[in-house]
């Protein structure tokens, strides 16, 4: 009796040891180990069971907990097909700010886990649409998947299509969602474009980092344009000017003293290039309620359509000294230079190319402009047939840089750069000439030089 007291007595003491060792540190990194070593080797099968046991009692004790922990549900969802799994997916997102909040962005978290339910149909497109735009509201700045942005927007257009939400309602998202696109693709555009300036130098080659960097830089660019043309498809015909037009016709008396309405009505048949009189009264109404650069801008551009190219430069100016905003700046140094290249002043235009790349560093299309301006100019800037063919090589480079850093353009700057290539001499020309390796300087309006290549 007494040995079986015993037994008995000591069973219980390691039940109550063994209950206390679970919770112990040392008991969880024993589980995270047998948790993660089969995990990097993706043998998820045998990990989950100790992923249940760590979220159950070390919800907190590390961080690779969910880092793995997602890896393993992806796989679960994405390659096994097992859709059961993608209440613990997102559950792990779920775990890892709870518990690891100081080392996860809420932001990023909320938009992958709208963009999980996007993507597997979970609930309806309102609530869908809800989980992008908390994730948007609350946390801008870590909104920057290009595929979440799209979805977000497509979402909204869906539930305007079913009368959910009304057409102003997409017209306002639409600016957020392009604006953040071209806050994004600007960030990239000003890191690239050094390296394109140390590449085109030719003075020092890339370091590997610097190459990857570049690398990295211009597929994003190329995801960003991507997505922007999918943002505009997506708003379609319901942005066409036979839709615009009659939208802001019907409500301009309600809404004439909106100084708010006005500006987005305008700006929105300006991007169309809307050609009615309705363009012309909002402009007007607009300077007479709040001169500003908006206003300047749009009666820059009502008599710029009316072949007032000086009137129209004067309101540009007025509303490039009054702008504050960068995209918008950037616009209206467009404006100007194009004013100024229209006369056939190509020095003075490419001075505001240069001013809105400033503002804008992402706007291919000035680089694409300045390249044209230098292919139309080739005949004027050279003293030998060899020299004004070497002006081709500096417009192909434009070309080049504009396809880099706007996507959106890129198809036709590289076909543009091709053509320009073939036009500057060949290796032929250059083994005649007796030119491999010089320097052609250009002592018109282009200025600067080029290095004619090696053979």
């Not at 820059?300 to 960068?326: M, R």
């Not at 209206?332 to 001013?355: D, L, Q, V, W």
């Not at 080049?400 to 020309?429: E, F, L």
Request: glycine share 6%; aromatic share 10%; proline share 3%.
């Amino acid at each position: 009796m007494k040995t079986k007291f015993i037994l008995l007595f000591s069973m219980a003491l390691l039940a109550v040891t063994g209950n206390s060792f679970a919770q112990a540190p040392d008991d969880c990194t024993i589980t995270l180990s047998y948790f993660t070593e089969p995990a990097k080797i993706k043998n998820y099968e045998a990990a989950l069971p100790f992923y249940e046991k760590l979220i159950k009692e070390c919800p907190n004790y590390n961080l690779a907990i969910y880092q793995y922990g997602v890896k393993m549900f992806e796989y679960f969802v994405e390659e096994k097909g097992d859709k059961s799994k993608l209440n613990d997916l997102i559950q792990a997102w779920e775990l890892r700010l709870q518990n690891f909040p100081s080392q996860t962005k809420e932001g990023d978290v909320l938009s992958t886990i709208a963009q999980i339910k996007f993507d597997n149909n979970i609930g309806s497109k309102a609530e869908q649409f809800k989980a992008f735009d908390d994730a948007f509201k609350k946390h801008p700045a870590d909104f920057t998947s290009g595929k979440s942005l799209y979805a977000y927007f497509s979402l909204a257009v869906d539930l305007q299509n079913s009368g959910e939400k009304d057409l102003q309602e997409i017209f306002s998202l639409y600016d957020v969602v392009i604006s953040k696109i071209d806050t994004e693709k600007n960030s990239l555009a000003s890191k690239l474009t050094p390296l394109m300036d140390k590449e085109e130098a030719g003075t020092a080659a890339l370091t590997e980092k610097e190459q990857r960097a570049k690398d990295v830089y211009e597929n994003n660019l190329g995801v960003y344009a991507t997505v922007e043309e999918s943002v505009n498809g997506k708003l379609g015909q319901l942005a066409d000017c036979p839709n615009l037009i009659p939208l802001y016709e019907k409500d301009y008396e309600e809404k004439k003293n909106d100084i708010d309405w006005i500006k987005a009505a305008s700006n929105r048949l300006d991007a169309k290039d809307c050609d009615s009189p309705l363009t012309n009264k909002l402009a007007v109404r607009l300077h007479e309620l709040e001169p500003s650069s908006t206003s300047a801008y749009l009666l820059g551009k009502q008599a710029e359509a009316e072949g007032k190219a000086s009137k129209a430069l004067e309101y540009f100016n007025q509303a490039a000294d009054l702008e504050k905003d960068n995209s918008k700046k950037a616009r209206i140094y467009y404006s100007i230079a194009e004013n100024y290249r229209k006369k056939g002043s190509f020095g003075t235009a490419r001075n505001y190319y240069n001013k809105m790349l400033d503002a804008k560093p992402s706007a291919g299309i000035a680089y694409y402009k300045i390249g044209a301006m230098y292919s139309d100019s080739a005949n004027n800037c050279g003293t030998s047939v060899f020299e004004k063919r070497a002006m081709y090589w500096l417009a192909a480079d434009m070309m080049d840089k504009a396809a880099r850093v706007d996507g959106t353009i890129a198809g036709n700057a590289r076909a543009a750069a091709s053509s320009y290539r073939a036009r500057a001499p060949q290796a032929s020309d250059i083994f005649s000439e007796g030119m491999a390796g010089k320097t052609v300087t250009f002592k018109c309006w282009v200025g600067g030089s080029v290095r004619v290549p090696n053979l």
